[in-house]
Every structure is written in structure tokens, then in C-alpha cells.
């Protein structure tokens, strides 16, 4: 089994979101479609950025890792084509 590590963004609202999954296009989906939480009631979430890893743990590792950069610059940065870590 795959995870993914993923980036979205919504012009909408002009932020990013950071998730992980086991099924990427389902999960891209559920955030279209009003069906989570935090990007609920924006239909126009992207997709930006995915990584896929062997483990669990090593996709939830790389999604908190991200989320405590808390740094939009370096979002923007792993996007372009900048390496995770």
C-alpha cells in the first residue's frame, strides 16, 4: 500500500492546505466537495504537490514536518520543485 503526502491550494480562499492520505483523487475529492472539515464550503482546492511513501508513518512524519514549518515561502518552495527535508 501507498501514502501521500499533499499540498492543495484554493485560489478562493488563497491558502494551502497539507494533508496525508491512502487514496490521493478520493481525498482530493472529499475536499472539493465540501466532504472535510477545514476545507469545507471551497469547491476550487488544487492540487499542487504529492509524495508518495511506503509507510504510514513516513507519510504522517512528512505531513507534520510541514505543517511545523507554518511557512508559506517554503510551501511555495517544495511546489517549484524544492526537496522535502
Do not use: P
Amino acid at each position: 500500500m501507498e501514502y501521500h503526502v499533499y499540498i492543495i491550494y484554493s485560489v478562493t480562499k488563497d491558502r494551502y492546505y497539507i494533508g496525508q492520505c491512502e487514496d490521493l483523487d478520493k481525498r482530493i475529492s472529499d475536499h472539493c466537495n465540501s466532504r472535510s472539515g477545514y476545507t469545507k464550503g471551497v469547491s476550487d482546492w488544487e492540487l499542487k504537490w504529492s509524495n508518495t511513501f511506503v509507510t504510514r508513518s513516513e507519510a504522517l512524519q512528512a505531513e507534520r514536518f510541514l505543517k511545523k514549518k507554518k511557512s508559506r515561502k517554503y510551501l511555495e518552495y517544495i511546489i517549484s520543485g524544492g526537496e522535502l527535508g
